[in-house]
């Protein structure tokens, strides 16, 4: 079993930055698609930035410009950079990927990891 493992988060004053980073526990071909959601108390999960094996990013309009989602290949991890952070970011955020375990095998879709907090106040 592959598991997504989270790092980054915490607390942080409006205006700053947080990264928040992806990787597979286990040795894996290649992570072939990626996205952040976020969950706020009260309000359901939502796609904040996605990548897609092309390259192609989508960013929610609410982190366009704020929040950049990259891919490491050598390491399979993927990030999302998030600056200028408002106290509405504040959420659980969680990464989701879709990854090959080897390279003539099936792409295996919504694997998740466990989330991590981003709490943004003063």
């Known amino acids: 079993q592959v598991h997504l493992v989270q790092s980054g988060g915490g607390l942080v004053q409006p205006g700053g930055s947080l990264r928040l980073s992806c990787a597979a526990d286990?040795?894996?071909?290649?992570?072939?698609?990626a996205a952040w959601y976020r969950q706020a108390p009260g309000k359901p999960r939502e796609l904040v930035a996605e990548?897609?094996?092309?390259?192609?990013?989508n960013y929610a309009d609410s982190v366009q410009g704020r929040f950049t989602i990259s891919k490491d290949s050598t390491t399979n991890t993927v990030a999302l950079q998030m600056n200028s952070l408002k106290p509405e970011d504040t959420a659980v955020y969680y990464c989701?990927?879709?990854?090959?375990?080897?390279?003539?095998?099936?792409?295996?879709?919504?694997?998740w990891g466990p989330g991590t907090q981003v709490t943004v106040s003063s």
């Open positions: 989701n990927a879709a990854i090959q375990r080897i390279q003539i095998g099936p792409i295996e879709y919504d694997h």
């Open positions: 286990g040795n894996i071909y290649r992570i072939f698609e």
């Open positions: 990548m897609r094996n092309s390259g192609q990013t």
